[in-house]
């Protein structure tokens, strides 16, 4: 029994470093974080206590914010619509086998590993409204739609999602490979003796199989869509007009520009929240046993 105790304390040290990082990297700072949410502070003098006034104030008072809110969900839905099924339409194709499948694998997968400020810096050249490849792509082909891609308010944000998009396929496209790897070809074969055509294969046997690679694919893209700053503040800062504001970036400038890092942490405090409505169920879903 002592022996058993024993071998029990020995694997709770075990755990205990990485117990003590998460609980100061995670857990303490997302409650100090909705502790200074209750205060109005510039960041540098004393605290005004105003309990859930910054709450309120977002959700009733700031339409910047309302926009936000707006833009990240527009950005969510054209993730989850395109993003994904770019993802695995590449990955289907990239499950085939033909010569130097291995080549396109690392060819696609590589935007994803280039630092998104790096990809708002080539995307911001491509979109030069003087000589930027997009307009004279436009003029090569005859097509009268040269424009400010990035300074129109209503094309903007798809520009610049458009622009994230060629990073962002890379990640899940791994995932759906790896989920269509493990789907034994015994039982495509099976269903191509009973007849079931490519499409039918693809809709009735391949995707109901590929359940557990659309969880984490659908969870990891909405938390990357909802803590999408870099390709934002590289190319429009929020901009023009706010037509690009997301949460983090509006988080970034209440906090870092304007000084009302009580207004900043509030806005942080509901990105935690939205988040943990996505990962929660994310979590459960995948610990519960078959």
């Known amino acids: 029994m002592g022996d058993s105790k024993k071998r029990d304390w020995s694997a709770y040290l075990f755990i205990l470093p990485a117990g003590i990082i998460y609980l100061s990297v995670i857990v303490v700072p997302v409650f100090y974080s909705f502790y200074i949410s209750l205060f109005k502070w510039n960041g540098i003098g004393k605290k005004e206590f105003i309990g859930f006034f910054n709450y309120i104030h977002l959700f009733q008072s700031d339409p910047i914010f309302l926009i936000s809110i707006k833009n990240n969900l527009i950005w969510i839905t054209l993730t989850i619509l395109i993003t994904m099924t770019v993802s695995l339409g590449f990955a289907v194709i990239l499950n085939k086998q ?151 970036t509006y988080m970034y400038s209440q906090t870092f520009q304007y000084n009302n890092v009580g207004v900043g942490t509030t806005i942080a405090c509901v990105m935690v929240f939205i988040m943990m409505v996505v990962i929660i169920p994310y979590v459960l879903f995948t610990a519960k046993e078959d």
Not at 165 to 189: C, K, N, R, T
Not at 212 to 239: C, R
């Open 98 to 248: 033909f010569r130097g499948r291995t080549f396109f694998r690392g060819f696609f997968y590589f935007p994803c590993v280039i630092a998104p400020i790096a990809v708002s810096i080539i995307w911001r050249w491509i979109y030069n409204p003087n000589f930027g490849f997009m307009n004279q792509l436009m003029k090569v082909l005859e097509i009268d739609f040269s424009q400010s891609w990035i300074s129109d308010p209503k094309v903007s944000l798809y520009a610049i999602f458009a622009a994230a998009l060629w990073q962002a396929v890379g990640q899940p496209m791994i995932l759906f490979l790896a989920g269509l790897q493990a789907i034994s070809s015994d039982v495509l074969e099976a269903s191509r003796i009973d007849g079931a055509s490519g499409m039918k294969q693809f809709f009735f046997i391949t995707v109901p199989l590929l359940k557990e690679s659309f969880v984490i694919v659908i969870a990891t893209l909405i938390v990357s869509a909802l803590k999408v700053f870099d390709v934002i503040q590289g190319l429009t800062g929020g901009g023009p007009n706010n037509a690009t504001q997301m949460l983090s």
